[in-house]
Every structure is written in structure tokens, then in C-alpha cells.
């Protein structure tokens, strides 16, 4: 299902001085998946389906890759560069790849393994690809949900209904490139799949491998409908357009002035709406706030009767 079906999508906040800033200067921030609150997402479990010289040309590849990589970024901060930086790193990923491969052999050799030498190397070799895996997707990941109007949302993620909710679209150049996330199944990823992924270039086996690991949560979380955009992890720049701002049940009115206040001089315009509860359900729907009003009666100065009327006689 393509996201470009929905008109907007839409992300939880609570007030603080952190999303006013995001708001302001329109920054999204990408978190590691290590900080959400599904221990289970973006954590695969890697399944050996592939034999033992295999799983060592898949480890080298992996391992040889991250280690070139992280020594490529640590010269190049040092403000290094050249053929010579880039034979050096390719040089040193490929000794750690041999080097892991040599130590896990000698290990596979332990008496106290029940299995075999060749069960016990292709089970360590899995375990090391493993854990590449997991270091390999360290991206930053944003959610967003479909709706505005799950009650479940707003207390997961609204602060209990007293933050507020900002609708986004995707009337950008380029377009933002959203990812669906699936519900069900399970977090096995396949050897064969990484395989065909890395060491054949096969596209669609890495978009699958991608959607396994990134995109795949339990059945339980499918309220949330989420949608996901991937990034360097920290703050970065909005690749979204922000149209609305829509305040919580419970949201206070300086936090409403304050958002408001914050926006208005935009140059693109940003509706805003409060939640409202449907007499009689569970659910919830929302309507336009007057932003001049309350704008005209806020911020509020506090005056005696006396500053206000006058001397008494």
C-alpha cells in the first residue's frame, strides 16, 4: 500500500522545551531503535539456512565493511584523504575479517562443544553475523502514525492527551520517501537472505532484508499504523511539510498559546485543531481553533483591584 493514498500523516509530542525547538527551527529527530519502547523492533534474529563457506564470505563481506568504513570516517576527520587513506582502511577491514575468521576456527576446535567442529564453527559464524547485522542498520528511525485520532496515541505518545499532534505532508522536492510498517510474522532473517543481499547485489533481496529488520513489529502494535522515514540518527532537517497542529483533550491553553506563538510567523501557514470527544463513544474527532482568540487573551498580566478600578472612594 502506497502512503500517498493518505493526505497527511501525523506525529505525537509532548510539550517541552525540546519539541518547541524541533517545531521552530522544523527539525525531525531520527532515534535509535535502542530507545523505543519495543525491545523486540529493529532487533532480528539471524538464522543460518546457508553452509559453513558461505557464512565465512558473509562475515568477511560484513565485517570487512563496517571496519573500512568506521577507518575511512575516523581519517577522514583527521583530515585525511587520498587513495593511500582508502587502501589503508580496505587493508585494515580485511585483516579484522580474517583475523575474526582465524579466532572463530580456533574456538570451533573447543572439546566442550557436544556438536561437531563444522556445527560448532557455523554456529559461531552465525552468532558474529549476527551481531554485524544489528551493527549494520544503525540508522535513525522517525515514526508517524495515519491517524490523529486514536485514543491509544494520545495516551501512549500525547503526553495522556496534553501534548498535541502535528500533521505533516509530503508536498516536498524530492518526495520523502515513507516506509509502511508491517504487523505480524516474526524477526527470523535468513542467511541466504543477507547472502543474496550482499554478496549477489540482489535488490530485491536487500529491499526484503531492509523491511525485515526495519519494518516489522508484533501484531499488538498494529493500532498505531505506523509509517516510518529512516535518516542519520539525532536532529536533522524536516524532508516533510508541516500544514497542522492538533492539540490534545486535555492540552492547557498556554500550551496551546505557546505553540501558536511559536508558529505564526512562518512563511507556510499551519492550521491548528483541537480533539474533541463524540457524545456518548470512545471516540474522538477535531475542530478548528480560533488562534486569534486566544492569542487576544493571552499572555495574561495579573493586576490588584485597585491597578484595574482605581482607588476605592
Known amino acids: 500500500m502506497s502512503y500517498k493514498k493518505y493526505k497527511k500523516i501525523y506525529r505525537y509530542q ?3 522545551i525540546w519539541t518547541i525547538e524541533l517545531l521552530v527551527h522544523d527539525h525531525l529527530y531520527f532515534a535509535d531503535p535502542v530507545s523505543f519502547n519495543d525491545p523486540f523492533d529493529c532487533q532480528p534474529v539471524v538464522e543460518s539456512d546457508s553452509d559453513r563457506d558461505t557464512l565465512r564470505l558473509l562475515l568477511i563481506e560484513l565485517l570487512s565493511r563496517r571496519i573500512e568504513a568506521e577507518v575511512a570516517a575516523s581519517l ?8 593511500n587513506v582508502s587502501d589503508h582502511a580496505k587493508n585494515l577491514g580485511a ?28 554456529s559461531l559464524l552465525t552468532s558474529e553475523i549476527h551481531r554485524e547485522v544489528v551493527k549494520r542498520y544503525d540508522r535513525g528511525v522517525c515514526c508517524f502514525s495515519t491517524t ?8 501512549h505518545y500525547g503526553d495522556q492527551h496534553r501534548g498535541f499532534c502535528v500533521g505533516y505532508n509530503l508536498d516536498r522536492e524530492p518526495v520523502p520517501i ?30 526484503l532484508l531492509d523491511h525485515d529488520v ?13 509509517w516510518r522515514l529512516f535518516g542519520n540518527r539525532g536532529v536533522q532537517d524536516s524532508v516533510l ?11 492547557p491553553e498556554a500550551i496551546r498559546y505557546s505553540v501558536i506563538a511559536a508558529l505564526e510567523a512562518r512563511d507556510s501557514k499551519v492550521e491548528f485543531y483541537e480533539t474533541f470527544e463524540v457524545h456518548g463513544s470512545f471516540k474522538l ?14 499572555p495574561h498580566v495579573a493586576k490588584s483591584g485597585i491597578e484595574m478600578f482605581g482607588p476605592l472612594g
Do not use: M
Open 178 to 207: 515513507l516506509r509502511k510498517v508491517e504487523y505480524g510474522g516474526n524477526r527470523k532473517v535468513k542467511t541466504s537472505l543477507i547472502s543474496n543481499a550482499l554478496l549477489n547485489n540482489d535488490q530485491a533481496a536487500q529491499e
Open 214 to 226: 526495519l519494518l516489522r513489529k508484533a501484531s499488538p502494535w498494529r493500532y498505531e499504523c505506523e
Open 76 to 83: 577522514r576527520s583527521a583530515q585525511l584523504q587520498g587513495d
Open 14 to 16: 509532548k510539550f517541552s
Open 285 to 298: 474527532k477535531r475542530r478548528p481553533v480560533n488562534a486569534g482568540e486566544i492569542c487576544a487573551f493571552l
Open 148 to 155: 490523529f485520532q486514536n485514543p491509544l496515541l494520545w495516551s
Open 95 to 122: 585483516q579484522a575479517a580474517q583475523s575474526k575468521l582465524q579466532d572463530i576456527a580456533y574456538h570451533a576446535t573447543n572439546p566442550d562443544y557436544e556438536c561437531g567442529i563444522y556445527e560448532a564453527e557455523c
Open 241 to 251: 511539510a508541516l500544514k497542522d497542529v492538533t492539540f490534545g483533550l486535555r492540552c
